[in-house]
């Protein structure tokens, strides 16, 4: 649940980004720290470690305006990608109001894809949580490569394989060129405000 400062009146959401290793998680949030500059209000935190490019989170927050007289504040994180910082992963997760989930279009990266989306699920679980009911949006990070001659998945079977059950809305994206990136962040944000607000009436 969001942290809501009844003082201060803000209500601070946790946007987490996630999904497996080196899929383009803290490539989207590069793109949206470079093209958000004037509206981010800090710097972006971003600790990278020689396993994976992000060991702990990219943080930048900023004011998207008020719901019942509350100011949103915006906070994105990204999880790593690798297994063996599940643990890393679970504590992101803590107090999530909304999740990305980036898959790799990659046609090798399949089987991954699938596995961390289980994992995110099993590490919802853990803070009672649902996947089937935290506002989420898929993203098919890397559709560009098939123009380099690189095997991607059709989008049909990432559908399948992934949002067949959950049926979230989703994007094809190229988080280097920023393709579908802003259009990613805007459809998480205001489901996830929609979402706060029902729980603030």
């Known amino acids: ?3 809501i400062n009844l003082k201060e009146k803000v209500v601070q959401v946790k946007i987490v980004y996630y999904g497996p290793g080196m899929c383009g998680k803290t490539t989207n949030l590069e793109y949206v720290n470079r093209a958000y500059r004037k509206q981010i209000a ?3 935190v971003s600790l990278k470690t020689h396993g994976d490019r992000t060991l702990f989170f990219d943080f930048l927050p ?3 305006g008020k719901i019942k007289g509350y100011n949103i504040k915006i906070q994105l994180y990204t999880v790593p990608g690798q297994v063996k910082y599940n643990a890393t992963r679970k504590l ?3 107090g999530v109001d909304g999740i990305v989930f980036v898959a790799d279009s990659m046609e090798k990266q399949r089987a991954k894809n699938i596995r961390s989306l289980n994992q995110l699920h099993e590490n ?3 803070y009672n ?4 009911k935290l506002p989420l949006v898929m993203q098919y990070n890397k ?3 098939k123009e380099h001659g690189i095997p991607v998945l059709p989008t049909s079977v990432l559908q399948q394989d992934l949002n067949s059950r959950l049926k979230v809305p989703y994007f094809e994206a190229s988080a280097i060129t920023g393709y ?3 259009a990613t962040l805007k459809k998480i944000i205001s489901s996830t405000v929609i979402s706060i607000q029902k729980k603030l009436l």
Request: no cysteine; aromatic share 12%; charged share 20%.
């Open 1 to 3: 649940m969001s942290f």
């Open 42 to 44: 800090s710097e972006m």
């Open 62 to 64: 900023f004011d998207i």
């Open 92 to 94: 992101v997760l803590r």
């Open 124 to 126: 919802l679980l853990t």
């Open 129 to 132: 949580e649902s996947i089937f």
């Open 143 to 145: 559709i560009d490569l």
């Open 180 to 182: 579908n990136v802003a």
